[in-house]
């Protein structure tokens, strides 16, 4: 499934992941779910999980829908050598909103 969106793993819970759910049902799209942590030049790491698809147009309809960033293995880790890694630049900045999802308030502490 080499079609993959990346969400920030907080923003993926509780009320979101059923609006995550619904949509791909709704749409009738499967995707597997991974986890990689990403980590900024500042040395700021972060949980996400990867909406993996087979098909490139169910992985736009998602990114669409629900924002978020388009992952690529290859270049994303590393050719593929960073395994569970997604090594990103620039300083981190949390995201609280992306498109119709919000961090629960219980964990934007």
């Known amino acids: 499934m080499p079609h993959q969106a990346a969400l920030p793993d907080d923003i993926c819970t509780g009320h979101n992941f059923t ?24 040395g700021k790491q972060e949980q ?3 909406h993996c698809f087979s098909d490139s147009a169910a992985a736009a309809a998602f990114l669409d829908h ?3 960033i388009k992952f690529d293995p290859k270049r994303d880790r590393k050719n593929g050598r960073a395994r569970g890694v997604w090594w990103r630049s ?8 992306m498109g119709p999802l919000s961090v629960p308030e219980a964990l934007r502490s």
């Open 19 to 42: 609006l995550i759910r619904r949509f791909l049902e709704e749409h009738g799209l499967e995707c597997r779910i991974r986890s990689v942590i990403a980590i900024w030049e500042d």
């Open 48 to 50: 996400w999980r990867l």
């Open 66 to 68: 629900f924002g978020g």
């Open 90 to 97: 620039g300083a981190y900045e949390r995201i609280l909103e």
